[in-house]
């Protein structure tokens, strides 16, 4: 698990994005380090749990993604 200064202190704008069976969590956190985290995992009632976490984008400027599915029924992100 990584620590609360790898995580950030606030979560903002978290979207949780269906992938198949699994699904991402994104969220855009506190740290310039790591500015904006997706976390990989499945639902499990109503739990998530995660399975793997990583930095979404290696940019400066990447922050506060949006996630869409498109008319086939790709996901989309835009920052």
């Known amino acids: 698990m990584q620590s609360h200064h790898e995580?950030?202190?606030?979560?903002?704008?978290?979207q949780l994005i269906p992938l198949g069976d699994r699904h991402v969590l994104l969220i855009s956190i506190d740290n310039?380090?790591?500015?904006?985290?997706?976390?990989?995992?499945?639902?499990?009632?109503?739990?998530f749990v995660s399975e793997r976490i990583g930095r979404l984008d290696l940019g400066p400027d990447f922050f506060a993604p949006?996630?869409?599915?498109?008319?086939?029924?790709?996901?989309?992100?835009i920052a």
């Open 32 to 47: 310039p380090v790591r500015p904006v985290l997706y976390v990989a995992g499945r639902v499990d009632g109503s739990r």
């Open 7 to 14: 995580m950030g202190a606030m979560w903002e704008c978290p």
């Open 66 to 77: 949006t996630c869409f599915v498109d008319d086939d029924s790709r996901p989309l992100i």
